[in-house]
DNA sequence: AGCAATCGCTAACTTATGCAAGCAGGGGAT
DNA sequence: ATCCCCTGCTTGCATAAGTTAGCGATTGCT
């Protein structure tokens, strides 16, 4: 069984940026200004009319504050297969959590992964 | 691993996929075919004349079996000094986790995070 | 009532990406 | 010598990216 994977991330791009966006409190013209792009274009973005390039998104995440990488692989740019950011290192790094607390998450994260029957190979919503 | 994060990167992308490529010894017609783009276009992408999109990088970084984040990173796409891995987006890249679980997970880290007086989703500061 | 500012979106335009076709040169085999 | 296959490079073109200008619909202010 392959993976068609490929174009339903892409798909869902537009409205993972509307989400960060959102959950920013940013207007379309305050983001597309923070990231040096026009208005219009962010909403097409948004809406999936276009795709952004490389460069687009990078400004994108830097804007929203959040990791180029997770907005690559939600662009499909990058097979998450082979180089996932791993959710172990990243709460190990994480400054802002006491050790128990890191205890809990990587606790639950592991119960979680398991329950799923640890395969990667997963469906990614579709509300 | 700090690295000066400039333009400079951007311009030696070209000999790096080209260094790449002679180190597999691939010519420019193998390469191409095996990343699905054409001959002319990775010359001139080896030659700086074009900038690859993200998505012809990603091609490039499975046909030569490098990481696409190396990639990305000769590219400039990447800011690696600002790239921590944040566990918002470790969990949000995670293919091993439903979107129910991503939730849950996400709001734990959050109120853990709010809990130590240190905001995982802050308001975004501009200049 | 107006006027101004902001929201997201549409239309028309410029520019760059990425491709197919073709060119010049180099070996090796016949 | 010709023929064939390979090397990398140039040219011109279709299409997608990304722009500026402007639209209709809100919201607040006087």
Redesign the pocket.
Same mark, same amino acid.
């Given at each position: 069984m392959l993976m068609i994977v490929s174009d339903s991330k892409q798909s869902d791009l537009g409205e993972f940026i509307r989400q960060q966006r959102e959950r920013a409190n940013l207007?379309? *013209? *305050?983001l597309a200004d923070a990231a040096?792009? !026009?208005? &219009?274009?962010l !909403?097409?973005i #948004? $809406?999936g009319i $276009?795709? &952004?390039?490389a #460069?687009?998104l990078k400004r994108l995440s830097r804007a929203l504050e959040i990791s180029a990488n997770s907005m690559y692989s939600k662009a499909g740019l990058i097979d998450d297969d082979f180089e996932s950011p791993s959710v172990f290192d990243a709460i190990d790094a994480d400054a802002s959590l006491t050790s128990e607390q890191k205890k809990v998450l990587l606790d639950l994260y592991r119960t979680m992964s398991r329950a799923n029957g640890l395969a990667a190979e997963n469906d990614q919503s579709k509300e």
């Open positions: 207007s379309l *013209r *305050r040096g792009i !026009s208005n &219009p274009y !909403s097409q #948004e $809406r $276009r795709k &952004p390039s #460069e687009i």
